[in-house]
T-cell receptor
């Protein structure tokens, strides 16, 4: 039969550990990046964003790093909690004249499982 | 906190039937979008809408799809003649300028 879906990368950590989720993006013209968290049966939830003129941005317990040279994005979650368990997607956007804001190309996602 | 709301949460329809998925974007947002997610796969862009017209659409958004903003608050996605492969989660999103905020989705099941 047909495969149901993608085989997502997984990351399992213990509660309290730091987590690092990686993403390789595809379009060198992308200038805006967002990390989303998706819990089962719910829509993507905004975590943090970064523009291409920055290489690091920090939020509450989260840090996003951007390496444009190798087209790589990472999300670091400090002191990971069981409530952080979800699928994490990176998304990229090319702002072509201001009308394409929100036209996001999503990565395949990473399943984060946090064990108590 | 303002949020994007979608109705219904789950819609079951017979193949060939028309469905309308409804969304109420965040009130001061100017850009509206539909995305879909087939079970177990990544989220895919369908269409963006700005200033009462489609600003961009993907290859998925063919002639069977249409969007409308019938009044000042609702944003709808119509699928004219549903196919089995249209079964997916459909997410509405809106943005003021940058970050797109997503609704909880409508699960469409075509039987």
């Amino acid at each position: 039969g047909e495969s149901v879906g993608l085989h997502l990368p997984t990351l399992s950590v213990q509660e309290g550990d730091n987590s690092i989720i990686n993403c390789a993006y595809s379009n060198s013209a992308s200038d805006y990046f967002i990390w989303y968290k998706q819990e089962s049966g719910k829509g993507p939830q905004f975590i943090i964003d970064i523009r291409s003129n920055m290489d690091k941005r920090q939020g509450q317990r989260v840090t996003v790093l951007l390496n444009k040279t190798v087209k790589h994005l990472s999300l670091q979650i400090a002191a990971t909690q069981p409530g952080d368990s979800a699928v994490y997607f990176c998304a990229e956007n090319v702002n072509a004249g201001g009308t394409s804001y929100g036209k996001l190309t999503f990565g395949q996602g990473t399943i984060l499982t946090v064990h108590p | 906190e303002p949020e994007v709301t979608q109705t219904p949460s789950h819609q079951v329809t017979q193949m060939g039937q028309e469905v309308i998925l409804r969304c109420v974007p965040i009130s001061n947002h100017l850009y509206f979008y539909w995305y879909r997610q087939i079970l177990g796969q990544k989220v895919e862009f369908l269409v963006s809408f700005y200033n009462n017209e489609i600003s961009e659409k993907s290859e998925i958004f063919d002639d069977q799809f249409s969007v409308e903003r019938p009044d000042g608050s609702n944003f709808t996605l119509k699928i004219r003649s549903t196919k089995l492969e249209d079964s997916a989660m459909y997410f509405c999103a809106s943005s003021e300028w940058g970050v797109a905020f997503f609704g909880q989705g409508t699960r469409l099941t075509v039987v």
